[in-house]
């Protein structure tokens, strides 16, 4: 192994110990979805401690230990890097807008990030996945691609994307007490805010063969439903989701689906 390899290995396992979460237990939560459980997480990642959850920063570790301590007490099987929660990797602030990761770069600081990823084992169709993910990250203290990105201040992204976060929490729950037909593995994304580089990672290494994966459901922004309106992205990606999605909406919600995929 190479130095280089080898001290990176140390910066990743120094960046756990140093950023474990708070939370020992998570709070006790009903499995069904409710708006207290969903509060509940919104409050925690979108709290002023986690400083906005920038990718690499000490909230954005303590946000992925708070997903990957509710995966393990749910249940789910750990999907990430040596049987962990975790998929680790690098990241450099120089690639910030880029859609790939530029570690070598000098121009910018060096950090380790990392995707929670946890899988519920289906019932009957063992070789099949339905992914359901959600970016956890966030713009931290402003800067590039802030709104206000002259102003030094916490972004707390309650619904970019804690909400998205919440909701992957929740049907996580959900189905480690119900168990689907079919496996779903939960992904939770780090770095999307600077160029999509946690899914990136995730579609590089995939716990599963990607030929397994029937569908991936991405949960982003979705605290904004407003007069029972709803917009649905990505739906021309398969000829079947206008379907799906009209048979599931016993809820009578205005919804409206959009074909492309770019939110």
């Given at each position: 192994?190479?130095?280089?390899?080898?001290?990176?290995?140390?910066?990743?396992?120094?960046?756990?110990?140093?950023?474990?979460?708070?939370?020992?237990?998570?709070?006790?939560?009903?499995?069904?979805?409710?708006?207290?459980?969903?509060?509940?997480?919104?409050?925690?990642?979108?709290?002023?401690?986690?400083?906005?959850?920038?990718?690499?920063?000490?909230?954005?570790?303590?946000?992925?230990?708070?997903?990957?301590?509710?995966?393990?007490?749910?249940?789910?099987?750990?999907?990430?890097?040596?049987?962990?929660?975790?998929?680790?990797?690098?990241?450099?602030?120089?690639?910030?807008?880029?859609?790939?990761?530029?570690?070598?770069?000098?121009?910018?600081?060096?950090?380790?990030?990392?995707?929670?990823?946890?899988?519920?084992?289906?019932?009957?169709?063992?070789?099949?996945?339905?992914?359901?993910?959600?970016?956890?990250?966030?713009?931290?203290?402003?800067?590039?691609?802030?709104?206000?990105r002259n102003t030094s201040r916490i972004h707390n992204?309650?619904?970019?994307?804690?909400?998205?976060?919440?909701?992957?929490?929740?049907?996580?729950?959900?189905?480690?007490?119900?168990?689907?037909?079919?496996?779903?593995?939960?992904?939770?994304?780090?770095?999307?805010?600077?160029?999509?580089?946690?899914?990136?990672?995730?579609?590089?290494?995939?716990?599963?063969?990607?030929?397994?994966?029937?569908?991936?459901?991405?949960?982003?922004?979705?605290?904004?439903?407003?007069?029972?309106?709803?917009?649905?992205?990505?739906?021309?990606?398969?000829?079947?989701?206008?379907?799906?999605?009209?048979?599931?909406?016993?809820?009578?919600?205005?919804?409206?689906?959009?074909?492309?995929?770019?939110?």
């Amino acid at each position: 192994m190479s130095f280089m390899k080898s001290g990176f290995r140390w910066i990743i396992f120094l960046a756990l110990l140093s950023c474990r979460s708070p939370v020992d237990k998570p709070k006790p939560l009903s499995p069904a979805i409710t708006p207290g459980d969903i509060r509940s997480h919104i409050e925690f990642l979108a709290g002023d401690s986690l400083e906005g959850r920038a990718t690499g920063s000490a909230g954005e570790a303590v946000a992925a230990n708070y997903i990957a301590d509710h995966f393990e007490h749910y249940g789910l099987i750990p999907a990430g890097d040596d049987n962990t929660y975790f998929q680790l990797f690098r990241v450099n602030t120089a690639s910030s807008g880029s859609p790939h990761s530029i570690p070598d770069d000098t121009t910018g600081q060096q950090r380790v990030s990392r995707n929670v990823a946890g899988i519920v084992r289906g019932t009957e169709i063992p070789d099949e996945y339905l992914v359901i993910g959600a970016h956890y990250d966030h713009l931290g203290m402003g800067g590039p691609g802030s709104l206000a990105r002259n102003t030094s201040r916490i972004h707390n992204g309650a619904d970019d994307n804690a909400s998205g976060t919440a909701g992957l929490l929740e049907l996580a729950h959900y189905f480690s007490e119900r168990k689907p037909r079919k496996n779903v593995l939960f992904v939770a994304f780090s770095a999307e805010e600077i160029g999509l580089i946690g899914s990136q990672h995730f579609v590089d290494h995939p716990p599963a063969a990607t030929e397994q994966m029937a569908a991936m459901i991405n949960l982003d922004m979705i605290g904004r439903l407003q007069n029972n309106k709803l917009l649905i992205f990505g739906t021309g990606s398969s000829s079947r989701w206008d379907g799906l999605i009209h048979r599931a909406n016993s809820d009578s919600l205005d919804i409206k689906t959009i074909p492309d995929g770019t939110g």
